[in-house]
């Protein structure tokens, strides 16, 4: 059964540092992996899919990574802002399923000004 | 930008009462979702929904559980007899479909059972 597991849980930076998010899952075999983020009480907005040919996306300050034989993806954005402050999500589809997506917890990252 | 969107925002019920959530879907979407999200905790996956029949449903969608697409563009998602357990944020999703792959959320609608 696929786990998807995030690190750190919580991350609190000053405005303007670069920082990496971690996203790891148990099985390999996924169709693909999106990145999310979630305002408080708010809904989810899809940042980035990478699929599972893919081995990074870029958007904008924001570049995600895939190492799919390892079980692993970054999410890295630079030069951080408050505005960036929010909780964001790794969900990976796994190959063969009915594209459903199965979640990590989230990092909670706070961006002090 | 099309967006879906969810009505009601929050609802609140008392324990063993129905309740139906509401969804308008992307326009020319074709796989409907819904995923819930206790508080604190992963976002888990509901049901998908594809040419007006379940496609894949996890083991928290049980008899309680039903959805449908009453008039063409509405999904909703019925909770028969509430439980505490149910209270939660529930978000539905919309798919493309064919080579699209990235799945749009609705703000949400927060269940809470009383």
């Known amino acids: 059964k696929q786990e998807v597991t995030q690190i750190p849980a919580a991350l609190s930076v000053p405005e303007g540092e670069n920082l990496v998010l971690n996203c790891s899952f148990t099985?390999?075999?996924?169709?693909?992996l999106q990145w999310f983020r979630q305002d408080p009480g708010k809904g989810l907005t899809s940042l980035l899919l990478?699929?599972?040919s893919q081995r990074e996306q870029t958007s904008g300050r924001l570049n995600a990574s895939l190492d799919k034989s390892s079980g692993r993806s970054t999410l890295y954005i630079a030069a951080s802002q408050p505005g960036d402050s929010a909780t964001y999500l790794c969900a990976v589809k796994d190959a063969g399923n009915n594209r459903k997506l199965i979640w990590g917890l989230g990092t909670s990252l706070a961006v002090n000004p | 930008e099309p967006e879906v969107t969810q009505t009601p925002s929050h609802q609140v019920t008392q324990m063993g009462q129905e309740v139906i959530l509401r969804c308008v879907p992307i326009s020319n979407h074709l796989y409907f979702y819904w995923y819930r999200q206790i508080l604190g905790q992963k976002v888990e996956f509901l049901v998908s929904?594809?040419?007006?029949?379940?496609?894949?449903k996890s083991e928290i969608f049980d008899d309680q559980f039903s959805v449908e697409r009453p008039d063409g563009s509405n999904f909703t998602l019925k909770i028969r007899s509430t439980k505490l357990e149910d209270s939660a944020m529930y978000f539905c999703a919309t798919l493309a479909g064919g080579f699209t792959d990235t799945q749009y959320f609705g703000p949400g609608t927060r269940l809470t059972v009383l």
């Open positions: 099985d390999s075999a996924i169709y693909n």
């Open positions: 929904f594809y040419n007006n029949e379940i496609s894949e």
């Open positions: 990478i699929q599972s």
